[in-house]
């Protein structure tokens, strides 16, 4: 049994990740500032005897002794982020250098959640580790972008000045039950607006493209990096290359839910980027994971948590702390 820290464990990744690792046979420490997480997503666990929760904001220091941690702290929706992207800095960037301190204090294993925004308005397609990114570092995405960024110039600092273990995935969109219905993300909101009838919103052509990853994959691969010997650190895609354009998805949630909403094209927000598809190989290779679960059966799991949670009183008053 170790004994792990989740920090951001009561959001959408984290709170799966944390249900996971108590599966697992671990004690679980769940450290959450509930900015974008809320309680709920970990009210099933908080009972249990090996996880605990604690409600801490990671850009102070935190001392608990583990042996590994998992990184996760960070608003991951372009709308969260962008609302006060010098916190979105500040928690990117203090809270890994407190993350980092404590791994290094612990001698502990720590693993990054980045993102493969670290690649901006690709120009090469799809994405593997090697390409560098086009990123404009005064764009709106910034904040998060050079962020994330920035994060893993300090992974790799402390690796290469301290000897820590660590371990960095980019993460490609990932999806499925957990989100908030206000989150803002593509599916989320797709998938609230079929079901409550309302206008799905498509912002731009539609034809820009993502990839999206079911969310137990995605956890999988995120255990099987930390598991990783101490020589891979990453950085290592985590994504499902299977590309669609955000046309093409608002089709297949109307008619996977049989929903008449309308479709409306609204503007798109400045710097979204035009397309996403990661390389997989490494992970194939370093961590002999690949997704499992393809986009019709993801979305149906997650349109039945959404039929549920909006059956329960509409959305996110249900969710509220
Ligand atoms: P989320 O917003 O649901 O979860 C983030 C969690 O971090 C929330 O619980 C929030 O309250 C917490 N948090 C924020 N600031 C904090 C602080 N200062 N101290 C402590 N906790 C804090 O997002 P998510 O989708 O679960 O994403 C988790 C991580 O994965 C993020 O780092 C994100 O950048 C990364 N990621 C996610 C995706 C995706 O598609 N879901 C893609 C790329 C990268
Ligand atoms: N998007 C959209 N309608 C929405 C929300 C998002 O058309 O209601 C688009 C968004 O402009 C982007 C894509 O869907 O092109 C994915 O958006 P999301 O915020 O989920 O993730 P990201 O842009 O960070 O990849």
């Known amino acids: 049994m170790s004994r792990i820290l989740?920090?951001?464990?009561?959001?959408?990744?984290?709170?799966?990740l944390?249900?996971?690792?108590?599966?697992?046979?671990?004690?679980?420490?769940?450290?959450?500032?509930?900015?974008?997480?809320?309680?709920?997503?970990i009210k099933h666990l908080l009972p249990q005897p090996y996880f605990n929760f604690i409600q801490h904001d990671i850009t102070s220091a935190l001392d608990v002794d583990v042996d590994e941690i998992y990184n996760l702290a960070c608003p991951a929706s372009p709308v969260h982020y962008q609302v006060d992207p010098v916190q979105t800095l500040k928690i990117n960037i203090n809270g890994a250098i407190n993350m980092l301190d404590l791994s290094k204090r612990n001698n502990a294993k720590i693993l990054q959640a980045s993102?493969?925004?670290?690649?901006?308005?690709?120009?090469?397609?799809?994405?593997s580790e090697q390409y560098c990114g086009k990123v404009d570092p005064v764009c709106m995405r910034s904040c998060y972008i050079e962020g994330k960024r920035c994060v893993e110039t300090l992974?790799?600092?402390?690796?290469?000045?301290?000897?820590?273990?660590?371990?960095?995935?980019?993460?490609?969109?990932?999806?499925?039950?957990?989100?908030?219905?206000?989150?803002?993300?593509?599916?989320?909101?797709?998938?609230?607006?079929?079901?409550?009838?309302?206008?799905?919103?498509?912002?731009?052509?539609?034809?820009?493209?993502?990839?999206?990853?079911?969310?137990?994959?995605?956890?999988?691969?995120?255990?099987?990096?930390?598991?990783?010997?101490?020589?891979?650190?990453?950085?290592?895609?985590?994504?499902?290359?299977?590309e669609i354009t955000i046309s093409q998805l608002a089709q297949h949630?109307?008619?996977?839910?049989?929903?008449?909403?309308?479709?409306?094209?609204?503007?798109?927000?400045?710097?979204?980027?035009?397309?996403?598809?990661?390389?997989?190989?490494?992970?194939?290779?370093l961590l002999n994971w690949e997704p499992k679960v393809n986009l019709d059966d993801g979305l149906k799991k997650t349109i039945i948590y959404f039929e549920k949670l909006l059956c329960k009183g509409g959305g996110s008053g249900v969710l509220n702390n």
């Open 155 to 242: 992974f790799f600092s402390y690796f290469r000045q301290y000897g820590l273990k660590i371990k960095v995935g980019r993460i490609f969109n990932t999806y499925g039950p957990r989100m908030h219905p206000d989150d803002g993300r593509v599916i989320s909101n797709f998938i609230v607006q079929a079901l409550k009838g309302d206008d799905i919103t498509i912002y731009g052509t539609g034809q820009q493209t993502r990839s999206f990853c079911y969310v137990d994959d995605l956890v999988e691969g995120l255990i099987r990096l930390m598991r990783t010997p101490v020589n891979i650190t990453g950085p290592i895609n985590l994504g499902n290359p299977y």
């Open 6 to 16: 989740v920090a951001g464990g009561a959001g959408f990744l984290g709170a799966h």
């Open 253 to 285: 949630i109307l008619s996977l839910t049989g929903s008449s909403s309308r479709l409306v094209y609204l503007p798109l927000p400045r710097d979204d980027p035009r397309q996403r598809k990661p390389v997989i190989d490494r992970a194939r290779s």
């Open 18 to 41: 944390c249900e996971k690792l108590l599966e697992g046979g671990h004690d679980v420490f769940c450290a959450d500032n509930l900015q974008t997480g809320v309680k709920c997503n």
């Open 115 to 127: 993102s493969s925004e670290v690649y901006g308005d690709p120009e090469v397609h799809p994405q």
